[in-house]
């Protein structure tokens, strides 16, 4: 009698784990069933992600020649620096700056990487208001903006004028030798 009972309670138990499994996997399973598409509505989609960077050709570029490309909306320098802008960069590393960085710093790529120092890749609003300076001009041949005088040098980095920091480096990678994909 007593194994009798003890054999149903048993049995019960197992039933009862049976069923508190079971509702629980269902529970689980109906929460990933409404989480998912939240889930998903936040992934940005391929379109999305595709217009959040941009690929440049490098090849085009000719040394001491840069083009203007857009990135999310917003003008970026790629300039192909001459030996002497590089030269003239590195030698001001420890010029007195406003905004004082190393030259090499500013050609790392996103992944922390080293760039390439003929390769500069800027965002191209001047730092005072926005502007857009001109190429190679000013006394340093780096960036002039004709806004209200601020001058830049071949590294990007401010000299003299208003603006109150360097031209920001775009995050970029070299995706080989002769393109990157910024952004
Ligand atoms: Fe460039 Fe004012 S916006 S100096």
């Not at 109906?30 to 217009?51: C, E, I, K, S, Y």
């Not at 300076?133 to 003299?160: K, M, N």
Request: hydrophobic share 40%.
């Amino acid at each position: 009698m007593a194994d009798a009972t003890g054999d149903t309670h048993a049995e019960d138990t197992t039933r009862r784990d049976f069923i508190f499994i079971a509702v629980g996997s269902a529970a689980a399973i109906g929460a990933a069933v409404t989480v998912w598409p939240f889930v998903d509505q936040m992934n940005p989609a391929a379109d999305t992600r595709a217009l959040s960077t941009t690929e440049v050709d490098l090849s085009a570029i000719p040394p001491g020649q840069q083009i203007k490309v857009m990135w999310q909306g917003k003008p970026v320098f790629v300039r192909h620096r001459t030996p002497e802008e590089i030269a003239s960069a590195v030698r001001d590393d420890y010029a007195q700056l406003k905004d004082p960085q190393f030259d090499a710093d500013r050609l790392k790529q996103e992944d922390g990487q080293a760039g390439k120092a003929e390769w500069l890749i800027l965002q191209a609003n001047c730092t005072h208001l926005g502007c857009i300076p001109t190429f190679a001009e000013g006394v340093y041949h780096g960036w002039f903006c004709p806004c209200h005088g601020s001058v830049y040098d071949t590294s990007g980095r401010i000299r003299s004028g208003p603006a109150p920091k360097n031209l920001p480096p775009a995050p970029y990678v070299f995706m080989n030798d002769t393109s990157i994909r910024i952004g």
